[in-house]
């Protein structure tokens, strides 16, 4: 079962922080299809944050179509997060190889850079949470 | 835990104590189910607007709605729980007294679940409550207050003189208790970090007068934190509503309220989100600034 | 609450009924030493006890301290009145509960003291002072008003802690308060002398057992007189009665019959449980209505 960890400081809302480490650990087949999430309240009893937030993180992936909810039984993994992702990440990161030569054309170093994308990462999961 | 209704209504809320109001025209509305936030400087009105919900006072203006029925009447007694500042316990008696002083108070009172709780924390039945740890009191307090399986639970200050593993502790169960029963929980504090992540709904207390109440991802979503050159503050302080506004002779660091959105703004400016210190710190500083609701919808 | 009630106050429960027994082997041990004995004997037997025996009229405060006092003040002071009055039991509820039950059991304390120095009373029949109705010390401390006086200093206690909400000071004021209401109800206004008009009667002395609360001579015209006869105004000490007597002035005494004992003893009790309602009384409301 996984083992949800939280970042306190990190500034990424927290339920986001479930459902990110959810698909971290479907990427790696830390977790498949059929498997258990653990309850809300098994969740709170760990780790001490209010359980309406593993629900919505739980509804989030829901949504996405990752797990299901069986009512009495428990939120179930449906599908897994594989290839699909790394065809996806290579895209990512030549459009991403593309913006950063551009900013050094513009004349940022490397942590002007840093410093504008952790601040766009930040504020694109605070404001546009339902676009994550 | 029903969607849309109101686990707490206050409205025109007064209480004075000789000549000062302790708390003047407070009105607020809390759905049910919610973990709620009372934020404020010592001095602001928390406790007695605690103590106001829970029946232990009785208010001098306006009134106060707890689950549908007057606070303090037999019929909303036992469905509040209250756990008052500084953990009251009965010093003499053993931990099993404590459970037994509720089981003879309260007809809901669970005594499987209080065993079972100070089982899992180690907390011996025969010690006398004197004895025991502050964090060991403190479980014992909020144990009481659980099995006792109130619709609403009243919490004034629950992690003050707790050392870290203990407020962790104490937090912990809180929120295990809540996803268990869905109950509505209100509790205050003067340190914002540790409300973080437990509580979903704000509500700021200053001087007296409720600054803040709502959800609180809906008032984090709806500020922004504009930082730019000091010659357009003006302009943008015209067109948003700014809650706090810090100026050097160049730079001003302007909060403001954008509701849903995000505005437009002059390039100059960079803005960024809130986090829940900055959003109260900001209205504590500025105590004539109000976020009131919109009228509060629960989001089950 | 019945339990609650008996958890939190079974120490005073104990310590009283400890001190009760104790004090009811000593009287029993002494009484029966002062079987057989007559005259002086009799007398100084009685004596020998007299000096603590007299401090009977501030054992109640017994009641006041340890049982009254602490009710509210000890609740107020640590801030478990916040707990208690926040369970599913009113405040109305908890508070006739404890002043209930405790108001009974410390009457009950005091009657029972009260049974065992009227037992012991026996021991000394005729023994000036050894008479629960002429001596003050002895009626208080018997029959209906021993048990009464208890519950009056009780609801002192009770009101005090109430009003100063911390224990300390609660005792001051309610020893000051007990000892106040004793002083102006026997050296200021003499209450008891006001329970019923005494019997009149001339000379001889009055029946046995009776109390009596004063006495004056008679003129032969039948006038009262009080304080010195004016015939004998020059007399001597040692003559003044005989010239009384020649003067043909007679003696008379105003006493209460024995039998008025229960009156009497109805008549006090009934005075400080009124006393004991409005002491305590404001108190009880404030704190059972909602503002504390």
Known sequence: ?132 | MTAGTTALAATGLGKKYRRTWALKDCSLSVPEGRVVALVGPNGAGKTTLLHLVVGLLAPDQGDVTVLGSSAGTTRTLSRVAFLAQDKPLYDGFSVADMLRFGARTNPGWDQDMAVRRLASLDIPLDRRVGKLSGGQQAQVALTVALAKRPELLVLDEPLANLDPLARHEVMRGLMAAVAESGMTVVLSSHVVSDLVDTCDWLVVLNGGRVQVSGDIEDLLAGHRLLTGPAELADGVAGRLAVVDDDRTDRQATLLVRTGEGRPPLDPRWTDRGVNLEELVLAYLRRPDSAALPKPALARA | MVWLTWRQHRAQVLVTAGFLVLVGVLLLVHGLGADGLTGDALTARFQSIYTYVSWLPAVPLVAGLFWGAPLLARELERGTHRLAWTQSVTRRRWLATKLGLLGLAVTVAGLLLGVMVSAWLTAFDGVRSADRFSDPVMFGATGVAGGVWWLFAFAIGTAAGGLTRRTLPAFAVTIAVFLTAMFAMFAVFQVRDLYAEPERMLAEGPPADAFVTDSAFVSPAGVEVSGDVPECATAGRDTYLDCVDEAGYRSVLYYQPADRYWRFQWTEAGLLAVVSVLLAGPVAYRVARRPV
């Open chain 1, 1 to 132: 079962m996984i083992d949800f960890r939280l970042d306190r400081g990190s500034g990424v809302a927290t339920y986001l922080q479930l459902v990110h480490q959810v698909k971290h650990a479907l990427r790696l087949g830390v977790l498949r299809p059929g498997d258990r999430l653990p309850t809300a309240k098994e969740v709170v009893d760990k780790l001490a944050i209010n359980p309406n937030t593993v629900l919505k993180a739980y509804r989030e992936l829901e949504r996405e179509g990752l797990v299901a909810g069986k009512p009495g039984l428990g939120t179930f993994v449906q599908r897994t997060l594989g290839g699909a992702s790394v065809t996806e990440h290579a895209r990512l990161r030549d459009s991403l190889a593309g913006w950063v030569s551009d900013a050094r054309t513009a004349g940022l170093d490397p942590e002007d850079i840093e410093a504008l994308f952790a601040s766009v990462v930040l504020d694109s999961f605070r404001i546009g949470e339902d676009t994550a």
